[in-house]
């Protein structure tokens, strides 16, 4: 059980394209998500907070307008880069809280995005 | 955000023989956690200290918290080649939140 999947695995895309990333929790309901962003070589780093039905919370230095989160439902967050650029190219992971409010976090594979 | 500190960057080692990583925090938890990353995937849970508890064992792993340090550190015994990946520590400063993840330790067990 608690199985997170993210969507797609890897991207590649041009230099302006917006890129989305979808983040599921197939086998439960997760009322928060949060969405992190791994740089290689480094450690992850906590871009925002997603709960189901409100807005999402980031971190400082993160922009809201360009890392757009939705959580519309239990079972799903997407995370939309818009006007990507080379300096995005990173790879975002995403993890799930179920609803029993537990403290372990459960992980998505990730998504490794590349801008070209 | 408060990123612990995990030493040492790089640890490498041969099959059978036992690692050790550290890791440092700066402010009061609620918890800390181990997770391990195999090269270019997601994180895998590993284990899961409580602030009031001091060891707890899990197979081949013990993970120990000094709160009065603010330190802890994961023993990995007889280790594989398998063993090899990405290992970091994780803070949860209050239940059910966010994490604060470590610097992370880079291990390879060499067959």
């Known amino acids: 059980g608690a199985v997170v999947s993210q969507h797609p695995s890897r991207v590649i895309c041009k230099s302006g394209t917006s890129v989305k990333i979808e983040c599921r929790s197939l086998?439960?309901?997760?009322?928060?998500m949060f969405w992190y962003r791994q740089f290689p070589k480094q450690s992850l780093m906590l871009m925002a907070t997603?709960?189901?039905?409100?807005?999402?919370?980031?971190e400082q230095g993160v922009e809201k307008d360009k890392f757009l989160i939705n959580h519309a439902s239990l079972t799903l967050s997407t995370l939309t880069v818009t006007s990507a650029h080379p300096e995005d190219s990173s790879f975002y992971i995403c993890?799930?809280?179920?609803?029993?409010?537990?403290?372990?976090?459960?992980f998505g594979p990730g998504t490794r995005l590349t801008v070209l | 955000s408060q990123q612990g500190e995990e030493d040492p960057q790089a640890l490498s080692i041969q099959e059978g023989e036992n690692a050790t990583m550290n890791c440092s925090y700066k402010t009061s938890i609620n918890n800390l956690q181990w997770y391990r990353q195999n090269s270019g995937r997601g994180l895998v849970h590993l284990i899961l200290?409580?602030?009031?508890?001091r060891e707890k064992h899990s197979g081949r792993l013990r993970v120990t918290l000094d709160t009065s340090k603010k330190s802890s550190s994961l023993l990995i015994t007889a280790s594989r080649a398998a063993d090899t990946a990405s290992y970091f520590c994780a803070q949860q400063w209050r239940a059910a939140r966010q994490l604060t993840f470590g610097s992370g330790t880079q291990l390879t067990v060499l067959p």
């Open positions: 200290i409580r602030s009031n508890e």
């Open positions: 993890s799930a809280r179920g609803r029993d409010g537990g403290d372990t976090q459960y």
């Open positions: 086998d439960f309901q997760a009322t928060t």
């Open positions: 997603s709960n189901e039905g409100s807005k999402a919370t980031y």
